[in-house]
């Protein structure tokens, strides 16, 4: 039996299987299926106040809503191939759909925090099967020549569903109710589950096998819960808790550093693995996840750094900060299409040194446009500029993930490609918040050096505006009030300051990556996987 399974992938393979229904119907409606489940990453951002006030809990606690779904999310992405294995990637598929659709109306209908929490970790628990599911489903259904063009699909779905996630979230909540926000996954879900038993079929090289159920890596299920609830926690409560000043995040960093090492290990060595951590030992697969974490990491923070600056800042309300990033969704739009082409007619290696090297320039045009006057349309200008290149680099990666993989390893790959970007996002999510903060600390330090009362300036400045609040609040008050309105300014250009230097050195992160690219092996773009040289 065993041997039959693993011969059947290359006879197959050679027979060049493909699906009942049209390659485009199916890559739509497992894109429908995926595009539902990452909105609902971002889309309950800007209701967390909404539903702390109506559920009766803090701000603070409202926001283990988002961390809920994360982990648990997080926890799921890289056992989406070993779940396939056991039931089937259809049956796995149609699964992980229902758990989603019915999570999401108990979280629509949850009346206490608890109960919301908990329909979040189901949530992600059946969310974190779609993306790898989705993408593995694409690659197997097309050929690999036409991989790109199927994955420009899926890059809409992975990049777009992130940036109008918290602008829909706002619109919802602020014309109908946050139950709402979960509880359009339901039609969208039904739809789904519909369509894909309709036209969803499992490559012949994909068996259920209950068998391994026998065999199950407890050890490592164990393991990697308990990372990544630590990691997320870490990442996520970080800067609240002022990061390793405190018990609690010093004790779960320290937990997830030994529980990951553990994990790795452990994968690593055993026989049935839950993550098929051996696929690494394939150079081109490890560069490509490595370049992939850094990909999801630009791609998050960016999404998040811009509408905090225009929020924070300027006085946006999210829901016109939002806005500011639709401009970038349209070109994303029409950009996708084009670097599914590019990548089915040039190697997947050239066209990702062009992308990186266009991130370089659009953070470095960002860094040198951005201020306390940043207007409406230079914001959308300066969106479009960052999000020109990142269809290229996505779909090249994720094309390139598969170049010379067992078709039967498909699964993994999709599953473990989708981690690293997942956890990319999270990580440099943390450290951009976090260096925004430190970085404004600092500047604002350096220009505090600068308001002494020997400064004339500062003393002319005073003088003048204690003159126009003695109108409206006396003598007594002016001067007081005078020396408010300066620090609020010297806040404002501190922070200002702060994600200037942040967008440069995202540049120069961008940078590194282009000389890192060139370990990846350059394809023959006509041949599909195929490397030109071995």
Known sequence: MAT?????????????????ANPWAIAATVALAAFMEVLDTSIANVALPHIAGSLGASQDESTWVLTAYLVSNAVVLPMGGWAASIMGRKNFFMFCITIFTLSSFLCGIAPTLGILLVARVLQGFGGGGLQPMAQAIMADSFEPSKRGLAFALYGIVAILAPSIGPTLGGWITDNYSWHWIFYINIPVGILALVLVQRMVDDPPWIKADRSRLRNVDGLGIALLIISMAALQITLDKGEEKDWFQSDFIRFFGTTFAISFAALLFWEWHTKNPIMELRLFKNKNFATCCFLMLFTGGLLNATTVLQPQFLQAQLGYTATIAGLSLSAGGLVLLLMMPLAGQAVSRFPARNIILFGFACFAFSYYFTATRINLGLSFGMASWLRIVQIFSIPFVFISITTAAYFGMPVEKNNQVAGLINF????????????????ITELGQFHQDQMLKHLTPSNANLQRQISAL???????????????????????QLLQQSQALAYKDMYFILCAASLIMIPLSLLLRKNKPGAGGEIAVH
Request: charged share 15%; glycine share 10%; net charge positive.
């Open 4 to 20: 039959q399974t693993l011969a059947a992938p290359e006879a197959l393979t050679k027979e060049r299987w493909r699906p009942r």
């Open 420 to 435: 690293v970007r997942n956890i990319g996002g999270s990580i440099l999510i943390s450290i951009t918040n976090a260096g």
């Open 466 to 488: 204690s003159g126009v609040f003695t109108h409206s609040a006396g003598s007594a008050n002016a001067d007081y009030l005078a020396q408010g309105q300066i620090y609020n």
